[in-house]
């Protein structure tokens, strides 16, 4: 039953006027009638419009967004890099000598992974007190040191960083964080700005504390599961000998890395890359 638009009690099809408030109802029935269609009608439309509106503009700027995401990560990993560049540096000036990739014991094992070793330039040395060089990396009591990670050593582009890193040195004969060796800043011929030093590696799911890195003689491309890679598009984020960030494209050439690892190679500097 329709009611009275201005007072809403019920009236019947053939009220020409309103038995409760006495307002006529012919006019006010067909303009209100009117009014309310077209109201809808514009609602209606705008809502579908609005809806469209608001579809066509998700879709363009859920791939802006998705991007300034990842540049604030890809950012955030570069960040990381340098507080390891500058820890490595406070550990070059504490010893005189970069860490090694890692230490090995009496019998020659690899012991304590340099992730381990600048714990204490990281401000993290109460991790690094309690850690025990006598047991395996993940033996009884260094396993309860691994949780949780220290953020240093996680990229936030790694969608599932656990206790893993995405950090890894070079190791070789000539670079500069050999396995067991170490090397001082006079050894560096190459020139610390032209040597790499740390790599993304968030692929091979190194846990931070293990003593693995990633060996310059298996070293096939820019973007290798095995090898330097990581989940930023179009590259990884490069550590240099001197402490700056550098992002090295998927495209660069393996030999052009190939020199960058080696740190006494007397190899040309590479400008771009």
């Known amino acids: 039953m ?4 201005e007072c809403d009690e019920k009236i019947s099809a053939n009220d020409t006027e309103c038995p409760s408030c006495g307002e006529p109802l012919d006019v006010r029935r067909s303009t209100g009638s009117s009014v309310w269609l077209i109201v809808v009608i514009v609602a209606g439309v705008g809502g579908l419009a609005m809806l469209g509106i608001i579809a066509v503009l ?7 967004v998705q991007q300034a995401r990842e540049a604030a990560r890809r950012t955030q990993c570069k960040n990381n890099l340098k507080q390891i560049g500058l820890a490595m540096h406070n550990y070059e000036s504490t010893y005189r000598l970069f860490p090694a990739a890692h230490l090995n014991d009496d019998e020659g094992q690899p012991r304590i992974s340099w992730r381990v070793s600048i714990l204490p330039f990281l401000d993290e040395a109460p991790r690094f007190n309690r850690y ?4 395996p990396w993940d033996g009884p009591q260094n396993a309860q040191l691994l949780n949780p990670l220290p953020q240093t050593y996680a990229c936030p582009s790694n969608p599932a960083p656990a206790v893993n890193s995405c950090y890894a040195a070079m190791t070789g004969s000539d670079s500069i964080m050999g396995s067991g060796e170490c090397v001082s800043i006079s050894d560096v011929k190459d020139g610390l700005s032209s040597t790499l030093m740390i790599v993304e590696a968030c692929k091979l799911n190194i846990v931070w504390m293990q003593p693995k890195d990633i060996d310059a003689a298996t070293f096939t491309r820019v973007g290798d599961p095995n090898g330097i890679s990581s989940f930023h598009v179009g590259g990884v984020n490069i550590l240099m000998a001197d402490g700056s960030v550098r992002f090295m494209s998927a495209a660069t ?9 080696s740190h006494s190679g007397g190899e040309p500097p ?3 890359y």
């Open 132 to 135: 025990n060089s006598d047991e």
């Open 270 to 272: 590479v400008m771009d």
């Open 58 to 64: 998700i879709a363009l700027l859920l791939p802006a």
């Open 253 to 261: 050439a393996p030999q052009v890395v190939q020199g960058m690892i």
């Open 2 to 5: 329709p009611r009275c638009p």
